[in-house]
């Protein structure tokens, strides 16, 4: 499976667009770029995913650049509620068409 | 709109019991998933299933039986609970046809599992 980095945490300004990098340099050129995010011990909630172009809709933008070796999700206007643990993944291809979670990013969003 | 459904959302359990963990899912998904996910950690796929009666193992299924009698529901049973078990349970689903990896996982609230 592709192996995704991710910062271990981040702190983004309520209001502000939080900004959320992923490295992903081994992906392949059939492999999805997903983004979940999980709030407390909540289930993970998905968020949007994308293979080469940019996605948006109501939750988030995705942005993937040319070589597809990195994304960063965009939260365009970041409230208390986007307080979470966001999961990039590079979904895996095979049979099962699993996603493998690695440790996300805890983004918190502060006054 | 109940979408993935799992109970019991809580359990205290004593090394040696068993138990089922309930997963059920209203919107006709054909493939199913079992995580665990222990604590500061990522999920981990312990079973899944692409329809039903098919399932197959993922990274981590060793304590662990499936079955897959209908296309709602997924339980997970664990014969011989064992400290290591302890973990927070995720049921999730997915409808999938055509290209696989277009298709989201949607989530269950997950089960809090405690062995001692």
Same mark, same amino acid.
């Given at each position: 499976?592709?192996? %995704?980095?991710?910062?271990?945490s981040m702190d983004c300004a309520?209001?502000?667009?939080?900004?959320?990098?992923?490295?992903?340099?081994?992906?392949?050129?059939?492999?999805?770029?997903?983004?979940?995010?999980?709030?407390?011990?909540?289930?993970?909630?998905?968020?949007?995913?994308?293979?080469?172009?940019?996605?948006?809709?109501?939750?988030?933008?995705?942005?993937?650049?040319?070589?597809?070796?990195?994304?960063?999700?965009?939260?365009?206007?970041?409230?208390?509620?986007? %307080?979470?643990?966001?999961?990039?993944?590079?979904?895996?291809?095979?049979?099962?068409?699993?996603?493998?979670?690695?440790?996300?990013?805890?983004?918190?969003?502060?006054? | 709109?109940?979408?993935?459904?799992? &109970?019991?959302?809580?359990?205290?359990?004593?090394?040696?019991?068993?138990?089922?963990?309930? *997963?059920?899912?209203?919107?006709?998904?054909?493939?199913?998933?079992?995580?665990?996910?222990?604590?500061?950690?990522?999920?981990?796929?312990?079973?899944?299933?692409?329809?039903?009666?098919?399932?197959?193992?993922?990274?981590?299924?060793?304590?662990?039986?499936?079955?897959?009698?209908? &296309?709602?529901?997924?339980?997970?049973?664990?014969?011989?609970?064992?400290?290591?078990?302890?973990?927070?349970?995720? *049921?999730?689903?997915?409808?999938?046809?055509? +290209?696989?990896?277009?298709?989201?996982?949607?989530?269950?609230?997950? &089960?809090?599992?405690? +062995?001692?």
């Amino acid at each position: 499976d592709a192996k %995704t980095t991710q910062p271990t945490s981040m702190d983004c300004a309520e209001g502000r667009a939080a900004n959320l990098p992923c490295n992903h340099s081994t992906i392949s050129g059939n492999e999805y770029v997903y983004w979940y995010r999980q709030i407390h011990s909540q289930g993970p909630q998905y968020i949007i995913h994308g293979l080469k172009n940019n996605e948006t809709n109501e939750m988030a933008s995705l942005i993937i650049t040319e070589d597809r070796k990195s994304s960063t999700l965009i939260l365009p206007h970041a409230t208390l509620r986007d %307080t979470a643990v966001y999961y990039c993944i590079v979904r895996y291809t095979g049979t099962a068409s699993k996603l493998t979670f690695g440790t996300g990013t805890r983004l918190q969003v502060t006054l | 709109n109940a979408g993935v459904t799992q &109970t019991p959302k809580f359990r205290i359990l004593k090394i040696g019991q068993s138990m089922t963990l309930q *997963c059920t899912q209203d919107m006709n998904h054909n493939y199913m998933y079992w995580y665990r996910q222990d604590p500061g950690m990522g999920l981990k796929l312990i079973y899944y299933s692409v329809g039903a009666g098919i399932t197959d193992k993922g990274e981590v299924p060793n304590g662990y039986n499936v079955s897959r009698s209908t &296309t709602e529901d997924f339980p997970l049973r664990l014969e011989l609970a064992a400290p290591s078990q302890t973990s927070v349970y995720f *049921c999730a689903s997915s409808q999938i046809t055509g +290209v696989a990896y277009n298709s989201p996982l949607h989530f269950g609230n997950g &089960t809090r599992l405690t +062995v001692t």
